[in-house]
C-alpha cells in the first residue's frame, strides 16, 4: 500500500467514524419527538408532531 492509499484509507475512516458519530445523535434526537393526535371529535384531521426538550438549568454557578 502506498503512502497516498494510506492517507485515503486514514481519511476514509475518519469519515466513517463522523457518520456514526451523526447517525448516534439522530437516533437520540428522534426519541424527543412526541406525535400528539387530533383533539375532539376531528377524526378527519391530522395530528401533530412535536420535539419535546425536558430538563433543568443550573443557575447556581
Do not use: W
Amino acid at each position: 500500500m502506498t503512502e497516498f492509499e494510506q492517507k485515503q484509507l486514514e481519511h476514509l475512516k475518519r469519515i466513517a467514524d463522523a457518520l456514526e458519530s451523526i447517525e448516534d445523535s439522530f437516533s437520540g434526537l428522534a426519541k424527543c419527538i412526541r406525535y400528539i393526535p387530533p383533539r375532539g371529535g376531528y377524526t378527519q384531521s391530522e395530528g401533530y408532531y412535536v420535539l419535546q426538550i425536558v430538563g433543568s438549568v443550573n443557575t447556581e454557578a
